[in-house]
C-alpha cells in the first residue's frame, strides 16, 4: 500500500462515495416507508371516515394517534379518489391563504396563532365553538367558524375573514381531520389534555 499514490487516495474517495450513495439510497428508500400516505407513520387520505383520538402510548413512550371506528366526515363515507380530491383542495386552500403566516403545521411557521398539527382534537370544539357556533358537530363549528371567524372573536388574537366559500371550509376540516391522524412521534406532547385553573 502506498500511501504517496493519488490512486490510492483517489480509489479510496470512489469506494467512500460509492458506500454512502448506497446508504442514502437506503435511509431514502427507509423515510419513505414512514413518511408518504399510506405509509407507516401517515395514514391514507380516507381515514376521514374514521374516529381518530390521541393518547400516551406507554409501551412507545409518547403520544400517539389512534384510529377507531367509523366516523365519517360531515356524516358521508368517501372513496380514497373522494378523499385525495378533498385533501388536495384543503391543501391549496391552507397554501392560498398562507395559515403558515400565522398558523405553525408540526412546528413549522408562525408562532402568532395555534399549532394546527392535532387541531381536529381540540376539545375546544366541543366545549367552546359548537355552543358558540350552536352547530351540533365538531365539524361543523370548525366550517362555520373558519367562514366567520370575525363573528367568533375569542381571546385576543382574532382570526381574520380569509373569504372562504363552505367548499374550501370543508375540505380544510378534512384536512386536519386527516392531519391530525399523523404519528408525529409524540408532538405535540400532552395535546388537548392540560386542565385548565378553576
Not at 439510497?25 to 405509509?39: M, Q
Not at 400565522?102 to 375546544?124: I, M, Q, R, V
Not at 388574537?157 to 374550501?168: G, W
Amino acid at each position: 500500500m502506498n500511501f504517496q499514490d493519488p490512486l490510492f487516495w483517489r480509489a479510496g474517495a470512489v469506494s467512500t462515495t460509492l458506500v454512502m450513495l448506497v446508504v442514502l439510497a437506503f435511509l431514502t428508500i427507509d423515510s419513505y416507508n414512514y413518511i408518504s400516505v399510506g405509509g407507516k407513520n401517515v395514514p391514507k387520505y380516507d381515514v376521514i371516515n374514521q374516529e381518530i383520538g390521541y393518547r400516551y402510548d406507554w409501551s412507545r413512550r409518547e403520544d400517539a394517534p389512534v384510529i377507531g371506528g367509523s366516523q365519517p366526515l360531515f356524516g358521508k363515507a368517501v372513496t380514497e379518489a373522494e378523499a385525495t380530491r378533498i385533501m388536495e383542495k384543503g391543501k391549496l386552500v391552507i397554501q392560498s391563504r398562507n395559515c403558515l403566516n400565522c398558523h405553525t403545521f408540526f412546528g413549522n411557521g408562525a408562532y402568532y396563532a395555534p399549532d394546527l398539527t392535532k387541531s381536529w382534537l381540540d376539545p375546544a370544539w366541543s366545549q367552546i365553538w359548537m355552543p358558540m357556533t350552536g352547530k351540533a358537530t365538531r365539524e361543523d363549528a370548525m366550517v362555520e367558524f373558519l367562514m366567520h371567524p370575525d363573528k367568533y372573536p375569542t381571546w385576543t388574537r382574532a382570526m381574520p375573514n380569509m373569504q372562504l366559500t363552505e367548499d374550501e371550509a370543508r375540505a380544510t376540516v378534512a384536512y386536519l381531520k386527516w392531519l391530525s391522524a399523523i404519528n408525529t412521534n409524540g408532538f405535540p406532547a400532552g395535546f388537548g389534555q392540560a386542565k385548565t385553573q378553576p
